[in-house]
């Protein structure tokens, strides 16, 4: 059984454009949500997160949306360079708790 | 400041054989986290240590994984004996929470193949 899903195993981008990852989950028990971004032969590495007491955190070109009722966030890339190719995992917990992680999506920004 | 290392980087054994990974934290971190991901698959959670205390130990996969943690600091993670399955990459995390929650700090992971 799947807490923290992401439906899109893929997803290719042109340069420039906006990059839109998608995270769901099920545990109305998680108040905090993290992105992380991991390349081939590395560990994950910390992107941007977001508490649930907030519906929006920005980085830089990084926006992390949180819809608490729909248990939906998303990971906005703008603009989207190659070097943001990789793969994104979204993850989840609750305060003690351990990370849950989603099964990740493999962004690819063409030149 | 160093952040997470493990060692060793890639390990290969053959089935039966023991294999100890290790985990350095950030220092001052009471959380500690064993993750695996097999296949290019989900990170897979499989234990949790505040200090040297199993917090949660619920994705330990069966009773041949043994976690450790000394004294709060460096953590080992041994498999004996090795099966086919246990193949994959070992991920350590480390976190401070001190009332609020923070993001885990991760090592490069441990490739190992089990042949």
């Known amino acids: 059984d799947q807490q923290v899903k992401q439906n899109s195993p893929s997803l290719s981008v042109q340069e420039g454009r906006i990059s839109i990852l998608n995270c769901d989950y099920t545990n109305s028990m998680f108040d905090y949500f993290l992105w992380y971004k991991k390349y081939p032969a590395e560990g994950p590495t910390f992107l941007i997160s977001i508490s649930s007491i907030k519906d929006k955190n920005e980085d830089g070109r990084f926006t992390v949306f949180l819809n608490k009722s729909a248990k939906h966030l998303s990971l906005h890339i703008v603009p989207s360079q190659p070097g943001d190719s990789a793969v994104y995992f979204c993850a989840a917990k609750g305060y003690g708790q351990n990370f849950v992680f989603g099964p990740g999506t493999r962004l690819s920004v063409l030149p | 400041e160093a952040g997470v290392t493990q060692f060793p980087s890639h390990s290969v054994i053959e089935k039966g054989q023991t294999v100890t990974l290790r985990c350095d934290p950030i220092?001052?971190?009471?959380?500690l986290y064993w993750y695996r991901r097999v296949m290019g698959k989900e990170i897979k959670f499989l234990l949790h240590?505040?200090?040297?205390?199993?917090?949660?130990e619920s994705g330990m996969p069966n009773n041949r994984f043994l976690a450790e943690r000394t004294g709060g600091t460096y953590s080992t993670l041994k498999v004996q004996p090795a099966e086919l399955e246990d193949s994959g990459v070992y991920f350590c995390?480390?976190?401070?929470?001190?009332?609020?929650?923070?993001?885990?700090?991760f090592g490069q992971g441990t490739r190992l193949t089990v042949v």
């Open positions: 220092s001052g971190h009471d959380n």
């Open positions: 995390a480390s976190s401070q929470e001190v009332r609020v929650v923070t993001e885990a700090f």
């Open positions: 240590f505040v200090k040297e205390s199993k917090q949660d």
